[in-house]
T-cell receptor, first 111, second 114 residues
Framework: QKEVEQDPGPLSVPEGAIVSLNCTYS??????FMWYRQYSRKGPELLMY????GNKEDGRFTAQVDKSSKYISLFIRDSQPSDSATYLC???????????FGKGNQVVVIP | GAGVSQSPSNKVTEKGKDVELRCDPI?????LYWYRQSLGQGLEFLIY????????KSGLPSDRFSAERTGGSVSTLTIQRTQQEDSAVYLC????????????FGSGTRLTVV
C-alpha cells in the first residue's frame, strides 16, 4: 500500500460547479497536509495547507483533514476555467520535511 | 533569483549516455529536494539536502543516480547510462529549514531517453 492514495482519474466539471478532491493515507505520523496545483509544463505550487485535523478556508478553496479517518479533502467552489490544472495532495510528518505526494487529479472546468 | 531555476528545461538523450540536470534554489533556502514525476505516477522523492548535513539519498532508484550540492547552493543531479525508464520530469524544490509548507518548485527538466 502506498503512503498516499489519490484516485488519479480526470475530472471535468461545468463552470460554477463545486469540485471535490480527496486523498487517503496510511502513515499516522503525518501532521502537515497540503494541496498543490500544477499547471501544464510548470512545477507544483502550494495552494492550501493545514496542520493536524480541521478545516481551512481561503476564498473559494476549502481544505479538510480528518486524521481519525486518515482522509483529506479539497473543495473548490464556483469553479472557473482558470482552475483547470492538476491537483496533488501532499503530506509530511514531524522530524521529516520530505513530502509524500498523491498521484494527482487533472481537473478541467468547462466554460 | 526570485524562484527556483532548473536547466535545461528539456533534454533528449540517447540510451546509455550520461546526463546532468541543474537546480539553482532560492537564495537563503537551506533545504533542497529532487523529485521525479512520471506520467500517472505522481511525484517520487529522490534526494534531500539540508545545510551541511549528509544528504538523505533514500529515494534514489539505483546507483546510476547521484546528486551533489556545492557550497550549499546549486545542485546537480546526474544520471549515468540512462535507460528509457528514466524518462520523466525531474523537479527540484527548495525551502527554509524545517519549513513543511514552504516548498518552492522549479518548472522541471523534461528528460526523454530514446
Amino acid at each position: 500500500q502506498k503512503e498516499v492514495e489519490q484516485d488519479p482519474g480526470p475530472l471535468s466539471v461545468p463552470e460554477g460547479a463545486i469540485v471535490s478532491l480527496n486523498c487517503t493515507y496510511s502513515n499516522s505520523a503525518f501532521q502537515y497536509f497540503m494541496w498543490y496545483r500544477q499547471y501544464s509544463r510548470k512545477g507544483p505550487e502550494l495552494l492550501m495547507y493545514t496542520y493536524s485535523s480541521g478545516n481551512k478556508e481561503d476564498g473559494r478553496f476549502t481544505a479538510q483533514v480528518d486524521k481519525s479517518s486518515k482522509y483529506i479533502s479539497l473543495f473548490i467552489r464556483d469553479s472557473q476555467p482558470s482552475d483547470s490544472a492538476t491537483y496533488l495532495c501532499a503530506m509530511s510528518g514531524n522530524g521529516n520535511n520530505r513530502l509524500a505526494f498523491g498521484k494527482g487529479n487533472q481537473v478541467v472546468v468547462i466554460p | 533569483g526570485a524562484g527556483v531555476s532548473q536547466s535545461p528545461s528539456n533534454k533528449v538523450t540517447e540510451k546509455g549516455k550520461d546526463v546532468e540536470l541543474r537546480c539553482d534554489p532560492i537564495s537563503g533556502h537551506t533545504a533542497l529536494y529532487w523529485y521525479r514525476q512520471s506520467l500517472g505516477q505522481g511525484l517520487e522523492f529522490l534526494i534531500y539536502f539540508q545545510g551541511n548535513s549528509a544528504p538523505d539519498k533514500s529515494g534514489l532508484p539505483s546507483d546510476r543516480f547521484s546528486a551533489e550540492r556545492t557550497g550549499g547552493s546549486v545542485s546537480t543531479l546526474t544520471i549515468q547510462r540512462t535507460q528509457q525508464e528514466d524518462s520523466a520530469v525531474y523537479l527540484c524544490a527548495s525551502s527554509l529549514a524545517r519549513d513543511h509548507y514552504g516548498y518552492t518548485f522549479g518548472s522541471g527538466t523534461r528528460l526523454t531517453v530514446v
